[in-house]
């Protein structure tokens, strides 16, 4: 059975720095692109980086480009999300999941594109992020 598993969020102060995990089991993460999404309560899912199979292959969304670093560690079938410098409108629920057409992100159009969220599979139950004014 395949499960992924994010963990990491919490409730931190703007300027804070949070490292999200995204664990699988079931399924080999190496073989494809991984993406990161966030959502909050009555808005749409938003795409927030995503990491290829390749070293190098990363997109970021523009609000979060320069604060947050997508990296995988495929020895340990994990994908992280460092996330520094927290503003306020970073408050979510995060998500990641495998995009089962693509080893490779094809560019924020793309591989961040919620309507392309359809090339997406296996979402964890996602991990609050708070931050406390």
């Known amino acids: 059975q395949v499960q992924f598993v994010e963990s990491g969020g919490g409730l931190v102060q703007p300027g804070d720095s949070l490292r999200l995990s995204c664990a699988a089991s079931g399924f080999f993460l190496n073989y494809y692109a991984i993406g990161w999404f966030r959502q909050v309560p009555g808005k749409e899912r938003e795409g927030v980086s995503c990491?290829?199979?390749?070293?190098?292959?990363?997109d970021y969304a523009d609000s979060v480009k320069g604060r947050f670093t997508i990296s995988r560690d495929n020895a340990k079938n994990t994908v992280y999300l460092q996330i520094n410098r927290l503003k306020p409108e970073d408050p979510a629920v995060y998500y990641c999941a495998a995009n089962l057409m693509r080893t490779r992100c094809a560019g924020t159009s793309i591989s961040l594109n919620p309507a392309h969220l359809h090339e997406y599979d296996y979402w964890g139950q996602g991990t609050q992020v708070t931050v406390s004014s």
């Open positions: 990491v290829g199979t390749s070293d190098g292959n990363t």
